[in-house]
């Protein structure tokens, strides 16, 4: 899966973005798999994650890790993403040590998902890196409103809600805080990293401030 291949920012904003997406494959072992599943979505709640969700129901911003495990069925994708390395590198190792069965890819800046498996015990059987985007990029939103809407694989972060957020921030009508939380509701799998989106708001704002 690669829907979270395509986060626009740079190294520094970055570097505390770490995805991972656990599926069981089809044909193989996804009739079953609710138990294994059931069991991410645990391990997940654990680990401090700034947002995880299943795509069915929604995000842990709307919906709680318990009826996450309620809604779940099999053959379903469980999508996390984290705010820094530490809690990443031990999701992965209690993944490795549960061995649940699943399909597990894992993204963020190169040289940090290497290190936090290296960490974990794990040697990554497969690599995607992404080459940007090609043709009319004229038509896309400028980059600062990509940061954003990029952070959700589905693209339901629109750039006008966007837009919105960032002159009410700058406005403070609404805080950093409370401008991604907002954001964050609308993506459904929940690979919104809230706690980035919350610092690209303030850093936006002090750039306004200045």
């Known amino acids: ?45 654990q680990h401090k ?5 299943l795509i069915t129901c929604g995000n842990v911003l709307k919906v709680p890790p318990e009826e996450m495990i309620r809604q779940v069925n099999d053959g379903r994708a469980i999508t996390v993403v984290f705010d820094n390395i530490d809690n990443f590198t031990a999701m992965l190792k209690q993944l490795k040590e549960e061995d649940l069965g699943l399909s597990v890819t894992c993204g963020g800046i ?24 090609f043709g009319r990029t ?8 990509l940061e954003f809407t990029t952070m959700c694989g589905h693209h339901q972060i629109a750039a006008g809600l966007v837009e919105k957020m960032l002159a009410d921030v700058k406005a403070r009508k609404i805080t950093p805080e409370d401008a991604a939380l907002s954001l964050g509701k609308h993506c459904p799998c929940g690979f919104f990293n809230v706690t980035r989106a919350r ?12």
């Open 1 to 45: 899966m690669t829907h979270s291949l395509h986060r626009v920012g740079t190294l520094e904003n970055l570097k505390n973005d770490h995805t991972i997406i656990a599926m069981p494959a089809k044909g193989i072992n996804h009739v079953g798999s609710v138990k294994a599943l059931r069991r991410f979505i645990e391990l997940a709640a």
């Open 49 to 53: 994650p700034s947002n995880f969700g």
């Open 110 to 133: 190169y040289e940090r998902t290497l290190e936090a498996c290296k960490r974990a015990g794990l040697e990554p059987d497969t690599l995607n890196h992404s080459l940007g985007v």
């Open 138 to 145: 004229d038509k896309l939103p400028r980059k600062e409103i």
């Open 199 to 210: 610092d690209l708001f303030e850093e936006k704002l002090a750039a306004a401030a200045q």
